[in-house]
């Protein structure tokens, strides 16, 4: 395939492929399959994998909000960003309460996606030589994404209280 794809969440510039979205983010096919490496690389080594898998998810979700991406999925994963960069939990420490949130909380609220997003995306990530980078690169692009939606942070930090223990926010 000829020409150049841009992705509708965060705006990377990929050649065309005949690669497909197979999954509900707001994401071209070619940023998608990207972040399958990235995946594959965190699960092929255990240290890496317990040091940013989280962070990685929650960033990819939150970057590649709209589309048919679900309110709740985004507020999960924004929720996770914040009980890292607001709460100093590690990323093992993070998902157990996603969890207890996601069973807690009926009704989400819809955040609109920040206009101008940071410039880091999965391809940064990708490109990393080695684990030690690779875990850099995921630090850096969560924490500019988390700040990427700072017009938000007051509702998420209710949430992050909800997972954390406290009841859930009214709307």
Do not use: I
Request: net charge negative.
């Amino acid at each position: 395939m000829n020409g150049e794809s841009r992705c509708p969440g965060c705006g990377l510039v990929m050649p065309r492929s005949a690669k497909t979205n197979g999954s509900y983010y707001h994401c071209s096919g070619e940023c998608w399959s990207l972040f399958g490496e990235v995946l594959a690389a965190e699960f092929g080594n255990l240290l890496l994998f317990r040091k940013v898998h989280q962070l990685t998810v929650d960033a990819y979700a939150v970057q590649h909000a709209g589309g048919p991406h679900p309110d709740k999925s985004v507020c999960v994963h924004l929720v996770g960003l914040c009980l890292v960069h607001e709460h100093g939990l590690a990323s093992p420490e993070v998902a157990p309460k996603l969890q207890g949130l996601a069973t807690r909380v009926k009704d989400w609220p819809h955040f609109e996606p920040p206009q101008g997003q940071g410039h880091l995306t999965v391809f940064d990530v990708a490109a990393a030589a080695d684990h030690d980078e690779h875990a850099a690169r995921v630090r850096a692009w969560a924490a500019e994404v988390w700040a990427d939606w700072a017009e938000h942070h007051a509702a998420v930090r209710g949430l992050a209280a909800a997972a954390l223990g406290g009841d859930p926010p009214r709307r």
